[in-house]
């Protein structure tokens, strides 16, 4: 399976994928990695209907002890995760279940405890046109990593470790930044976010700025 990925071309790739889904879907029922995924959403949700975000001022304490805490507990945790991966054991499942969204809370909480620093959000605004075009970014990286390790491109999967994998790594999410900085100068929205919107609400939505629907 792995030669396939690695050297084989697109048609290849694709029956090998489609021969997996059915496993990927066993492995979100089974592992109860579904449920995490819609409490997730629902946190999001959540804090989005609640407005939490305007008022980090007054959440300032809580904030700091869920830094503390995600960081002092997630990370433990995630290092007995990432030791214990698919090995099946109650340590792996233990350690997964409680050690991400924990250090998910403090890379959020520090994230926002930073924002509320004047310096801090002066250089998180950096970031805000690639987190406006998420959609675009995720779906843009599949992309990318597919022509550059896939056998349909470069072919270079499992010809390099992590210590590559992760400088290359920073090095796409820097392009996608200054990538959605120069679009979003230009237009409203992602291209991808143009279309997600124009699903959900049923209309034509403009993407050049200033463009009356």
Known sequence: MV????RGGIAE????????????????LTSGML????????????IGRHEAYKKLESARPLLKRLAV???AIGLPLNLVYATTFDSGSWAETLSGTFGVPLLSCGYVALCCLIWL???????LRHFAP?????LTNYVGQSVICTLMFYGA???????????????????????????????????AFGPLECVWR????????????????
Not at 3 to 6: G, S
Not at 198 to 212: C, D, E, I, N
Request: with cysteine.
């Open 153 to 187: 491109g470069l072919g270079l999967g499992g010809t390099m470790g992590p210590t590559f994998y992760l400088p290359i790594g920073f090095a796409v999410y820097a392009v996608q930044v200054l990538a959605s900085r120069f679009w979003l100068e230009r237009f």
């Open 130 to 134: 690639v987190g406006r075009m998420a």
């Open 35 to 46: 449920f995490k995924i819609y409490g997730c959403f629902l946190l999001g949700f959540y």
């Open 198 to 213: 124009m699903l959900t609400y049923g209309q034509r939505v403009p993407l050049a700025k200033g463009t009356a629907v």
């Open 13 to 28: 790739i694709v029956r090998v994928n489609l021969t997996k889904f059915l496993d990927q879907v066993t492995f979100l």
């Open 69 to 71: 805490g995600g960081f």
């Open 3 to 6: 030669e396939t990925w690695t």
């Open 117 to 123: 620093d004047s310096r801090g959000r002066h250089r």
